[in-house]
């Protein structure tokens, strides 16, 4: 149980483009996202908690309007890099918590690389 | 505000042989402790935790983890390493009660040899 999946897995695109990253809880109800990055070597930094239904709370330093979060429905939270840079290369990784549980589950990642 | 320290950022180890890697936390309330896997190019798997209760935390693949709030440590070990426990391992706290959000060591490269 509490399986989280990412699509895509990996993506390439072209600097000034905006790519889409889909998480979805796929057997249980996810109140809770959350979106890291990870930098090559070193640990997870989160960028914004999700929660269904309502707007994304974004830590400090992460710009809002460019990593667009959307948590429409209780298993599925999408984060939208908007015009991408080389700069915003990186695994990105999303986690979900269902309910109150204090553990989060996390996808396999996304490999995203902006040429 | 909480912070985890990992004090290893690599541990190569001889297959077969015992193994502990080390986290500390700081925290001026209660916490909720946990280890992480993550294989490469994937993301993380939870591998135990600690969240009240017995000290000693029994997980996945052998692995066990003592919390001790004297020292504030929750490390990791197994006795006996196998070359598919070659992995990052993440050492992770957030604050006790409910949902709280995950603060994250740095890591812990586990290099298995055979």
């Known amino acids: 149980g509490a399986v989280v999946s990412q699509h895509p897995s990996r993506v390439i695109c072209k600097s000034g483009t905006s790519v889409k990253i889909e998480c979805r809880s796929l057997?249980?109800?996810?109140?809770?996202m959350f979106w890291y990055r990870q930098f090559p070597k070193k640990s997870l930094m989160l960028m914004a908690t999700?929660?269904?239904?309502?707007?994304?709370?974004?830590e400090q330093g992460v710009e809002k309007d460019k990593f667009l979060i959307n948590h429409a429905s209780l298993t599925l939270s999408t984060l939208t890099v908007t015009s991408a840079h080389p700069e915003d290369s990186s695994f990105y990784i999303c986690?979900?918590?269902?309910?109150?549980?204090?553990?989060?589950?996390f996808g396999p990642g996304t490999r995203l690389l902006v040429l | 505000a909480q912070s985890v320290t990992q004090l290893d950022s690599q541990v190569p180890v001889f297959e077969e042989a015992p193994v502990e890697l080390r986290c500390n936390y700081s925290?001026?309330?209660?916490?909720?402790l946990f280890w992480y896997v993550q294989y490469p190019n994937q993301g993380l798997q939870l591998l135990l935790k600690?969240?009240?209760?017995?000290?000693l935390v029994k997980g996945i693949n052998g692995f066990e983890a003592e919390f001790n709030k004297s020292q504030t440590s929750f490390h990791l070990r197994k006795p006996s390493v196998h070359i598919s426990d070659t992995a990052e391992y993440f050492c992770?706290?957030?604050?006790?009660?409910?949902?709280?959000?995950?603060?994250f060591g740095i890591g812990t490269k586990l290099q298995v040899i055979p």
């Open positions: 992770a706290v957030s604050v006790a009660g409910g949902y709280q959000k995950v603060t």
């Open positions: 057997d249980f109800q996810a109140t809770t």
């Open positions: 986690s979900a918590t269902p309910g109150q549980e204090e553990t989060q589950y």
């Open positions: 925290s001026s309330v209660s916490v909720y």
């Open positions: 999700s929660n269904e239904g309502s707007k994304a709370t974004y």
């Open positions: 600690y969240l009240s209760g017995s000290t």
